[in-house]
């Protein structure tokens, strides 16, 4: 069954049902028609170099393999064997020649057919190989160097998909001519929490920084009294677009505290010219944003993570470090530091978030707690068209691409989905 969700969430009055976080039908839906139908974030481009380069994630609860076929292509299968179901790869990542299943060693190329049958002799005649293949991702796109699937066989193409949010991922992407590099390997942790507590945020939530991380913007203060007022009451904007994607960034404050070694590494009048003074001073050195539905990031941080969802209650955060493919050695250490000491699984920020979304989860179960509606109202009727910025923008401290998050997620779940036309 498919609830019904234009109860459960109303951005014009900014109410949202807490049961979204909780209930199960809701959260089966969300898998058959926002994951099943969504561009999903698989791997970053440096992660394959030579054919057989694998890498093993999900799209939604689905487990998928991400590889480099022979001619080279990024290429992406459903991590289940034809026969009985099991994974055919086991392992994180890595390279092969093959997937065997451990079962009783059916074999798929990297192309994903079905290469080797054991005790083949056994089969009827109408048994043909080809037609028992790994099921492959139909659609895998590229955006500087970030790799997306789709299920959906029509999707619209992930450039369109993104629309005006580009010009503000291209604030990290693009930042550097020569593109992004992953150092380090991902970083993966359970939280006690729904996948949509992280990803709202990261779209949306500037509200809570000076409370939430009080402690950590004291820590990571120069002089130990806490930031300075421009820092503590800094300005900035939110962007969203109709597709759910969304970007919230501080203007650049003067006194930075924070991974000064890139700060001065960088050309900032070079990057000024090449991607304009409202970028720089703005999502390039600065903010958190999430393309629908589930893959957020931090440009200044050079944190990209996907909240994959294990349920209603339960999210596996993934996080790589992606750096400016040109920055020396040293400065790549730099950031890879100031990424873990911050958005690291023990980092200061992200220990603060986790424990607010457990938080929240922890008590949204009680009768009282799930049947009360929750506030996302503030900026409501401030969303505005501005010059330089690309989309719809508003104050930084606002919910509005919240709402607008939920506007999309409502959409797509009363929708039905390519696999369920007649
Ligand atoms: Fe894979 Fe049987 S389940 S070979």
């Known amino acids: 069954s498919v609830p019904d969700v234009s109860t459960m969430v109303d951005p014009g009055s900014g109410a949202v049902d807490r049961a979204i976080f909780t209930d199960r039908t809701v959260y089966d839906t969300e898998m058959r028609r926002i994951f099943a139908r969504s561009w999903l974030f698989l791997a970053h481009r440096d992660q394959f170099h030579k054919p057989g380069d694998f890498f093993q994630t999900f799209m939604g609860e689905d487990p998928i393999i991400v590889t480099m076929d022979k001619q080279k292509r990024i290429r992406a299968y459903l991590n289940s064997c034809r026969h009985r179901g099991a994974r055919v790869c086991r392992a994180d990542e890595g390279q092969a020649k093959a997937f065997t299943c451990t079962y009783h060693g059916w074999s798929f190329g990297l192309d994903g057919s079905l290469i080797s049958v054991p005790n083949s002799g056994g089969y009827p005649e109408t048994f043909q190989r080809e037609d028992w293949g790994l099921v492959e991702v139909p659609n895998v796109q590229e955006y500087h160097g970030l790799i997306f699937g789709n299920w959906d066989p029509d999707a619209m193409s992930l450039e369109e998909d993104l629309g005006d949010m580009r010009w503000y991922l291209d604030a990290m992407l693009d930042r550097d001519p020569e593109g992004t590099v992953v150092v380090g390997g991902v970083m993966k942790w359970v939280l006690h929490g729904n996948w949509k507590l992280a990803a709202e945020q990261f779209a949306t939530d500037w509200y809570h920084v000076n409370m939430s991380h009080a402690s950590a913007l004291q820590v990571l203060s120069p002089t130990g009294q806490g930031p300075k007022k421009e820092i503590a009451e800094r ?23 924070d991974a000064k070694t890139v700060h001065q590494w960088y050309d900032y009048d070079a990057l000024r010219e090449r991607l304009g003074d409202s970028r720089v001073e703005g999502p390039l050195t600065n903010g958190h944003g999430t393309v629908f539905p589930n893959f957020s990031y931090l440009p200044i941080n050079g944190s990209i993570r996907v909240w994959h969802p294990k349920g209603p209650d339960r999210m596996e955060v993934w996080a790589w470090t992606i750096l400016d493919r040109s920055m020396p050695e040293e400065v790549r250490e730099a950031q890879r530091l100031y990424n873990l000491r911050t958005f690291g699984p023990s980092g200061i920020f992200e220990q603060d978030d986790g424990e607010n979304w457990s938080e929240c989860q922890a008590i949204a179960h009680g009768f009282m707690t799930n049947t009360t509606p929750l506030n996302y109202q503030m900026g409501i009727g401030s969303d505005r068209e501005e010059p330089g910025y690309p989309g719809t923008t508003s104050e930084l401290l606002s919910d509005s691409a919240g709402r607008a998050f939920y506007r999309r997620w409502a959409e797509l779940m009363r929708t039905p989905a390519w696999h369920e036309q007649a």
């Open 235 to 257: 300005t900035g904007r939110q962007f969203h677009n109709d597709h759910g994607h969304a970007h919230g960034f501080p203007v650049h404050p003067k006194n930075r505290f």
